[in-house]
């Protein structure tokens, strides 16, 4: 499995750049903190939600545990909230339904 990295770059592709590039196995979900300058990601892998600057320095893991496949994320950056949504799939009527559980989070702004 090749190794997994967050990058950023122009809107027309140019001046890529990796930001994120060691200890990430499965980034699901991404969202910009355009007040902070903060990016968020979910790794559905290690069932991790981390922060770090939009630079990449000052990574942390914001949650770690109870969290099952985490996929997506939004942001409330006037508020400091992060909605962090996984897919819990339930067999209803013999149909696999897709729910959306919601897990709020302050981080502490």
Known sequence: ?????????????????????????????????????????????????????LNGSSRRVLVWEDLV??????????NGYVDVLNYCGQFVKEQLRMDVCLLRINDGR
């Open 1 to 53: 499995m090749p190794q997994q990295s967050i990058s950023r770059a122009f809107m027309n592709g140019s001046s890529s750049e990796t930001i994120i590039d060691f200890d990430i196995s499965g980034p699901e979900g991404m969202a910009v903190d355009w007040l902070a300058q903060n990016i968020y990601w979910a790794d559905a892998v290690t069932n991790r939600i981390q922060v770090a600057r």
């Open 69 to 78: 496949h985490p996929s997506a994320l939004v942001l409330d950056p006037p």
